[in-house]
């Protein structure tokens, strides 16, 4: 895949850096994709959120993925989650601005950046969808998911010895039975929590539940 083209917009703190893949299709999707914890190395070229990255960007969505405030070249300093919300949405403003006839706008994110992915879903209704991998379920609070709005995939690998499996199933089955959404659970086999050897089994996971969400409600858009 190309290097996507370096996007700078602005964010509560001064400056963002992304890179962004624009479709050419009229009305494309939209994703944005968030990284780990910064304070312990995370950043938008994370190799799971590139394998996000580059999933969606397969499927015809017009993606962005970006750095926190403090990380890269993006100003600002970590703000324990709270700052880092207020990043993702700026993000998405900026997404939505250059796709305002967007027929769907998704959401994805890695460890921290799942938690926050699940609270920028309960502030912004526009979000249809999500994707959570490793989700920080024992660590982080994700009681403000009552209910939770949207459908979504959950998925982590097995043998993931930050995230105790038992919690993020935990988590998903309270989601799992709320009504009028459709939350799955997926685990890979042998994955830990950073995946090692395990990028393509991740990157099928989230195609397969794209596959699904298109039969759902998200038209298919060729590339």
């Known amino acids: 895949m190309a290097p996507m083209p370096e996007v700078i917009f602005n964010g509560p703190e001064g400056r963002l850096e992304g890179r962004y893949s624009h479709n050419k299709t009229p009305n494309a999707p939209v994703a944005v994709i968030l990284h780990p914890h910064p304070e312990l190395g995370g950043t938008m070229n994370n ?6 990255f580059q999933t969606f960007v397969r499927r015809g969505f017009s993606t962005l993925r ?3 405030r403090g990380v890269g070249r993006s100003q600002g300093e970590f703000d324990r989650g709270e ?10 403003d900026w997404l939505q ?3 305002p006839n967007a027929v769907a ?3 994805a994110g890695y460890s921290f950046g799942a938690w926050i992915a699940m609270q920028l879903l309960m502030r912004r209704p526009e979000i249809e969808s999500f994707i959570a991998v490793a989700p920080p379920a024992n660590a982080q609070d994700f009681t403000f998911l009552a209910p939770c709005p949207s459908s979504g995939l959950i998925v982590q690998g097995d043998k993931d010895e930050e995230v105790p499996p038992e919690s993020v199933a935990k988590l998903a089955h309270k989601l799992s039975h709320q009504r ?3 939350v799955r659970h997926q685990l890979i086999p042998g994955g830990n929590h950073y995946f090692h050897h395990k990028t393509e089994a991740l990157a099928a996971a989230v195609d397969d539940y794209l596959t699904h969400a298109e039969g759902r409600r998200v038209p298919a858009v060729a590339e």
């Open 83 to 92: 700052g880092e919300l207020s990043d993702a949405a700026a993000a998405l």
């Open 105 to 107: 706008c998704w959401v």
């Open 47 to 52: 190799k799971i959120v590139l394998t996000l």
């Open 180 to 182: 009028a959404i459709d």
């Open 97 to 99: 601005a250059m796709n």
């Open 66 to 68: 970006f750095n926190f």
